[in-house]
T-cell receptor, first 112, second 112 residues
Framework: GDSVTQMEGPVTLSEEAFLTINCTYT??????LFWYVQYPGEGLQLLLK?????DKGSNKGFEATYRKETTSFHLEKGSVQVSDSAVYFC???????????FGKGTSLLVTP | DAMVIQNPRYQVTQFGKPVTLSCSQT?????MYWYQQKSSQAPKLLFH???????NEADTPDNFQSRRPNTSFCFLDIRSPGLGDAAMYLC???????????FGPGTRLTVT
């Protein structure tokens, strides 16, 4: 079945450090890939997306590239801020599917 | 701004006492979803509506029901809440079933 695997957290970084959160997927079809962010006590916000191989999604300094050959969609940011502290979820939907298939989430804490 | 609105943000109910959570959207999206998210877990889809067509996930308990009286509104009814139903309930919308989903802020349900 379809699934998403994320690196285990929590991840703790100092402000201005480089961030990578790994995400790999297994899918029977051709999925669209997403990163969502959830701040404490809030709902999920769509951070970025990619709908086909080699697409790069980007938003607010975050980037992720859809790598079909490695079935990956790693999230990166060159310089994190304290305000980036949140839980990050990688997710996919396969073509003709409707359910977002989420990874377990990675908690990020950025310290001053 | 167009958005997904959930009311109330926090709801306390007693064991076995029916409760209704509400969701409205100004995005005019065809699809509306209800997810359950327990602490430190990924959201789990309960059901979704494509327009007026209701689609229940196979493992959603019968205790959970939903209504969508019009395009803008969708309700989650929990007929007899148990302690295990305490969770964050997230409403989401999308323009089409395989498209990106936009989430509301969630309703945190406490069962006493």
């Amino acid at each position: 079945g379809d699934s998403v695997t994320q690196m285990e957290g929590p991840v703790t970084l100092s402000e201005e450090a480089f961030l990578t959160i790994n995400c790999t997927y297994t899918a029977t079809g051709y999925p669209s890939l997403f990163w969502y962010v959830q701040y404490p006590g809030e709902g999920l916000q769509l951070l970025l997306k990619a709908t086909k191989a080699d697409d790069k999604g980007s938003n607010k300094g975050f980037e992720a590239t859809y790598r079909k050959e490695t079935t990956s969609f790693h999230l990166e940011k060159g310089s994190v801020q304290v305000s980036d502290s949140a839980v990050y979820f990688c997710a996919l939907i396969v073509n003709s599917g409707y359910a977002l298939n989420f990874g377990k989430g990675t908690s990020l804490l950025v310290t001053p | 701004d167009a958005m997904v609105i959930q009311n109330p943000r926090y709801q306390v109910t007693q064991f076995g006492k029916p409760v209704t959570l509400s969701c409205s959207q100004t995005l005019n999206h065809n699809v509306m979803y209800w997810y359950q998210q327990k602490s430190s877990q990924a959201p789990k889809l309960l059901f979704h509506y494509y327009d007026k067509d209701f689609n229940n996930e196979a493992d959603t308990p019968d205790n959970f029901q939903s209504r969508r009286p019009n395009t803008s509104f969708c309700f989650l009814d929990i007929r007899s809440p148990g302690l295990g139903d305490a969770a964050m309930y997230l409403c989401a919308t999308s323009e089409r079933v395989e498209g990106e989903q936009y989430f509301g802020p969630g309703t945190r349900l406490t069962v006493t």
